[in-house]
């Protein structure tokens, strides 16, 4: 019998089932795929979009501005989840005023809110956000329904189940999210 043979087939055994394990761990604890619903997102990502999240990088740091973040509306386990632009840090007063977004009374230049915002919601008055909360826009915003809205309203950090990372379908928006 030819050990050397054996050796080789062990050893290629191992490899595929360390890969295996690799990827389930990358895939259950640090990324995940879901589907874009709705137009809220579009230019950037459009209904029927599969992007992956990246769900270990909030554990490390904390969600920065222009963030495309993946969150369950008031934690809510019950509903599907959503998908925007973190606009709004903790400790920021956040408001919409004519159109225009401001925060802690400076006017938001974004190419994403540059031709106005229609519809102020409960943004109309100042919103100071709490620790760990967070004022997500929609980059479609006069066809979102985001932190304007009571339904949705600030986001907490606890909430966000990660940061959009890679758009995998279609392949014509295949890539990297900005």
Same mark, same amino acid.
């Given at each position: 019998?030819?050990?050397?043979?054996?050796?080789?087939?062990?050893?290629?055994?191992?490899?595929?089932?360390?890969?295996?394990?690799?990827?389930?761990?990358?895939?259950? $604890? %640090?990324?995940?795929?879901?589907?874009?619903? =709705?137009?809220? &997102?579009? +230019?950037? !990502?459009?209904?029927? *979009? @599969?992007?992956?999240?990246?769900?270990?990088?909030?554990?490390?740091?904390?969600?920065?501005?222009?963030?495309?973040?993946?969150?369950?509306?008031?934690?809510?386990?019950?509903?599907?989840?959503?998908?925007?632009?973190?606009?709004?840090?903790?400790?920021?007063?956040?408001?919409?005023?004519?159109?225009?977004?401001?925060?802690?009374?400076?006017?938001?230049?974004?190419? $994403? %809110?540059?031709?106005?915002?229609?519809?102020? =919601?409960?943004? &109309?008055? +100042?919103? !100071?956000?709490?620790? *760990? @909360?967070?004022?997500?826009?929609?980059?479609?915003?006069?066809?979102?329904?985001?932190?304007?809205?009571?339904?949705?309203?600030?986001?907490?950090?606890?909430?966000?189940?990660?940061?959009?990372?890679?758009?995998?379908?279609?392949?014509?928006?295949?890539?990297?999210?900005?």
């Amino acid at each position: 019998m030819d050990y050397t043979k054996l050796k080789e087939i062990l050893y290629f055994g191992i490899e595929i089932i360390v890969v295996i394990v690799i990827a389930f761990v990358l895939v259950y $604890f %640090v990324g995940e795929k879901t589907s874009v619903i =709705g137009a809220s &997102m579009s +230019p950037t !990502l459009s209904n029927k *979009d @599969e992007v992956i999240i990246n769900k270990f990088i909030y554990t490390l740091t904390d969600p920065k501005r222009e963030d495309v973040v993946v969150f369950r509306p008031n934690g809510n386990e019950n509903t599907h989840l959503n998908i925007k632009r973190v606009v709004g840090l903790p400790g920021e007063t956040i408001r919409v005023e004519k159109g225009i977004l401001y925060i802690d009374g400076e006017a938001y230049q974004s190419e $994403f %809110v540059a031709n106005g915002i229609k519809d102020e =919601g409960i943004a &109309m008055e +100042p919103i !100071l956000l709490g620790e *760990d @909360e967070y004022f997500v826009l929609g980059d479609n915003v006069n066809n979102s329904e985001d932190s304007r809205f009571a339904n949705i309203g600030n986001v907490n950090k606890a909430d966000m189940e990660g940061k959009v990372w890679f758009c995998v379908s279609p392949m014509s928006n295949m890539g990297f999210v900005d």
